[in-house]
């Protein structure tokens, strides 16, 4: 019996995506109130855009406070852990 492969692959890609959707239904399962709250957060600021002024004006005054403080944190740290040491290359000699 002969399958088409667009028939085929298009169920493999239905399939992939099925379980996908399944991964993710048992992570947010196991997510805290406070991890799915975050990522609906991140991710409505990120498809609206919107700047660090219009979080901080939803926030009330005192997580406002404590959010810039996150970002400042987390600014701060990452340069620290990116930067590398310079260290010097030995060349070896190459006998041909």
Same mark, same amino acid.
């Given at each position: *019996?002969?399958?088409?492969? !667009?028939?085929?692959?298009?169920?493999?890609?239905?399939?992939?995506?099925? !379980?996908?959707?399944?991964?993710?239904?048992?992570? =947010?399962?196991?997510?805290?109130? *406070?991890?799915?709250?975050?990522?609906?957060?991140? !991710?409505?600021?990120?498809?609206?855009?919107?700047? &660090?002024?219009? &979080?901080?004006?939803?926030?009330?005054?005192?997580?406002? &406070?404590?959010?810039?403080?996150?970002?400042?944190?987390?600014?701060?740290?990452?340069?620290?852990?990116? =930067?590398? =040491?310079?260290?010097?290359?030995?060349?070896? !000699?190459?006998?041909?």
């Amino acid at each position: *019996m002969n399958i088409n492969k !667009d028939a085929y692959r298009q169920f493999q890609e239905e399939l992939a995506a099925l !379980d996908k959707e399944k991964e993710q239904r048992q992570r =947010r399962a196991s997510e805290s109130p *406070m991890e799915s709250a975050r990522r609906e957060f991140l !991710d409505l600021r990120d498809r609206y855009r919107l700047s &660090v002024a219009d &979080v901080i004006a939803f926030f009330p005054e005192e997580e406002g &406070v404590t959010y810039l403080q996150g970002l400042i944190a987390a600014a701060e740290a990452a340069p620290a852990a990116v =930067r590398k =040491r310079r260290t010097k290359r030995q060349v070896e !000699d190459d006998p041909h």
